[in-house]
């Protein structure tokens, strides 16, 4: 449908109405809960960041997740502590999503010496070895290559770890996209792709620029994999999806490819409007907020407002923590740049 | 005559192209409808039309091959590559494409494209909107690269790049499309307008390729540089009082050594300042040059003044970019030797 707009008419893409039956999905409630609490860490995280931003306090760019929870939140939750995640350069939700602690995370966005690598990464590059976080790529599509390489890693040590693999809509246009999905298929990888289509390659509606109408799920066939699409704003419906394709990666089936539609609630980046967005198109998928339309499945399935908001000051104190920690890092030595270029820990070519 | 930022300049000459050659079309990511990142492209569809000005996917190896191809078949296209650190799945188009063409089909084809891209630092971009990779296209035989520092140089230069009929690299500092950045980073930002190179004709006028600019006049020691630390040089002179004579190179290839030649023979010292690292950096290729042309006019080793030997730094930003003190630093050192 067309809906009148500032700068010209761009056909909006409406939300679906959300499958009724995914409150009946096989999923315990305990798990829900932490799905629950997952979204709100990141909700409440990237809301601290953009304020912090505001301050004038978070070095360089952002890109903020809000309004995606559900995807990060359901993969997330049905990885398992040794698998490996690779995430865009809108990576925090990835990012807290494998248990990284947020103090050093936020930390890392003010580039102070106790972020997550000390001030060397930045919002963009958020990495953790230990929990399995790959880094994040601010290069399009350049990590589901390396995915592959991950997945290939876990797959001759003879381990069932699997990878996962975020990506936006944009990244399948771009030649490392079809390369990494060919390889993966080849080789039965262990690795799954995830596709976040918000709907915006930056600031371009991905409609203008993709031959087909699902950027990823459409081109699944050509490397013999399965179309998948799911409502990105279902944490429920995400985390069948992902338990799924990740079970079948595990159990040596091989890479899977799964679309999940969701929408940015702000622009691509932080000064960024979205005026490019026709209004209608915002305003409907404001009302798909996955946070309060699970807030008020757990209340149907049971849960009461008490728990609910438990949750939701726990996860509060937990982003004030961390932003005393943030703020109270120094910022980084100027020398500490010129560590860990080389293998022997320093940056200098010559003898 | 208007004043103009350097995006503004840059927007202008794309116009100009596009008014005079029916066969200039422009391509880019979110280059179209959002009117670019840096707003270079801004207004320019909805003058020209969609067949001419047109938003491109995510696919950098996809854009320079296309425009190799519409080059070789009689159109001219100038395609952004949003940053310059997003352009290397394209190198391999630009390389052992764009840059042999002419040579390998004996000049029965060309690649008459204009490859426009924000380099450099100074937005705490970190390592991946930052970097200033002009060393790589100028060691390839067959591209020239351009490099402006100011939005009356950046529109002539562009117009002359895009009349070029060999493939040209237009490197944009992005710290500069504002206004001339002299890396006193807490200062509020000077604009353009009050420079007296803010100042642009509306119409068509050319830069030549190939042709440095003296942007101070001095006997000390000549400085070598280009983009946003032609500033530097500057304030860096300014504060140290040393009368520096500071050649903005414009083009670093082709090089005009004459005007290097001619400088560094009347004040026998010269410091080459870059923001890219420093290990094979295009300093390397200066001072090669210098020593080459003006041994014997030389009166102390020659300086260059860069980017750290590691990827640019998220951090330390401010460590890392060559600042008027550690330029300042540099001149004092050769005045002494």
């Known amino acids: ?351 | 005559m208007t004043t103009m930022a350097m995006n503004a300049a840059i927007r202008s000459a794309i116009d100009v192209m596009m008014e005079r050659d029916d066969n200039v079309v422009v391509f880019g990511e979110d280059i179209g409808y959002f009117g670019g990142v840096f707003r270079c492209t801004e207004g320019l569809q909805a003058k020209y039309g969609s067949e001419r000005v047109f938003d491109a996917p995510i696919a950098e190896g996809g854009i320079v091959g296309a425009a190799v191809g519409m080059g070789a078949y009689g159109l001219r296209p100038v395609i952004e590559i949003q940053f310059a650190d997003y352009v290397y799945p394209g190198l391999d188009q630009l390389i052992s494409e764009a840059a042999r063409l002419r040579y390998r089909s004996s000049a029965e084809f060309t690649a008459p494209l204009t490859v426009r891209m924000p380099c450099g630092g100074g937005i705490h971009g970190g390592q991946t909107h930052s970097q200033s990779p002009e060393s790589l296209f100028t060691h390839v035989c067959g591209l020239i690269t351009v490099i402006p520092s100011n939005p009356y140089d950046a529109k002539g230069l562009l117009i002359a790049s895009i009349e070029d009929d060999d493939p040209v690299i237009f490197l944009e500092p992005k710290r500069l499309y504002n206004g001339p950045f002299d890396g006193h980073h807490d200062k509020p930002v000077v604009p353009w307008a009050g420079h007296p190179l803010g100042e642009v004709p509306d119409g068509y006028y050319r830069v030549e390729l190939g042709s440095a600019a003296i942007r101070r006049p001095g006997d000390d020691l000549t400085v070598l540089a280009y983009g946003t630390m032609v500033y530097v040089a500057e304030a860096a002179a300014e504060e140290t009082g040393i009368d520096a004579e500071i050649i903005d190179l414009r083009t670093l290839l082709p090089l005009d050594t004459d005007t290097i030649e001619a400088s560094v023979a009347k004040t026998g010292r010269c410091v080459i300042v870059h923001e890219a690292t420093r290990t094979s950096g295009f300093g390397a290729e200066l001072s090669a040059t210098v020593q080459e042309l003006c041994f014997y006019h030389l009166e102390a080793p020659i300086e260059r003044v860069t980017g750290w030997d590691t990827p640019y730094p998220h951090a330390q930003e401010w460590d890392y970019f060559p600042g008027p003190a550690r330029v300042g630093a540099a001149y004092r050192r050769v005045i002494a030797a």
């Not at chain 1, 596709?195 to 600031?203: D, F, S």
């Not at chain 1, 991905?206 to 031959?211: G, K, L, M, S």
């Open chain 1, 1 to 351: 449908m067309q809906i009148p707009h500032e700068y010209g008419a761009h056909e909006a893409r409406l939300p679906e109405p959300v499958d009724p039956n995914m409150i009946n999905a096989p999923i315990p409630l305990g798990t829900r809960l932490d799905l629950y609490r997952l979204q709100q860490q990141m909700r409440q995280f990237e809301k601290r960041a953009y304020d912090l931003f505001l301050q004038n306090l978070v070095k360089g760019t952002s890109h903020l997740s809000i309004g995606m929870e559900a995807i990060a939140a359901g993969v997330g939750q049905a990885m398992r502590a040794d698998d490996y995640t690779f995430a865009t350069y809108r990576g925090h939700a990835h990012t807290l999503a494998r248990g990284v602690p947020m103090g050093p995370v936020l930390a890392e966005l003010l580039g102070r010496s106790n972020g997550l690598l000390a001030g060397k990464g930045g919002s963009m590059h958020l990495t953790s070895v230990e929990r399995g976080v790959m880094g994040s790529y601010a290069i399009i599509g350049a990590q589901l290559c390396i995915a592959c390489g991950s997945a290939w890693s876990a797959q001759f040590r003879g381990t069932d770890q699997i990878t996962v693999a975020f990506m936006g809509d944009g990244a399948t246009n771009i030649g490392a996209f079809h390369e990494a999905l060919n390889f993966a298929a080849v080789f039965r990888l262990p690795v799954v792709f995830v596709c976040e289509n918000n709907l915006y390659m930056e600031y371009t509606s991905i409609f203008d620029v993709t031959a087909v109408e699902h950027p990823a799920a459409d081109r699944a066939s050509a490397y013999g994999l399965d179309r998948i699409v799911v409502d990105g704003n279902d944490a429920d419906a995400v985390y069948m999806a992902a338990s799924s394709a990740i079970s079948k990666a595990r159990q040596g089936g091989g890479p899977s490819l799964i679309e999940a539609t969701t929408y940015r609630h702000g622009g691509h980046s932080r000064a960024d409007p979205g005026k490019y967005r026709p209004d209608g198109e915002v305003a409907a998928w404001l009302d798909r907020d996955p946070i309060p339309m699970y807030h008020q499945r757990l209340l149907t399935l049971g849960v009461s407002e008490a728990d609910l908001d438990q949750v939701q000051r726990d996860v509060a104190d937990e982003v004030e923590a961390a932003t005393v920690f943030a703020k109270g890092g120094a910022p980084p030595q100027a020398d500490t740049a010129l560590t860990d270029v080389w293998a022997d820990g320093g940056s200098s070519w010559r003898n």
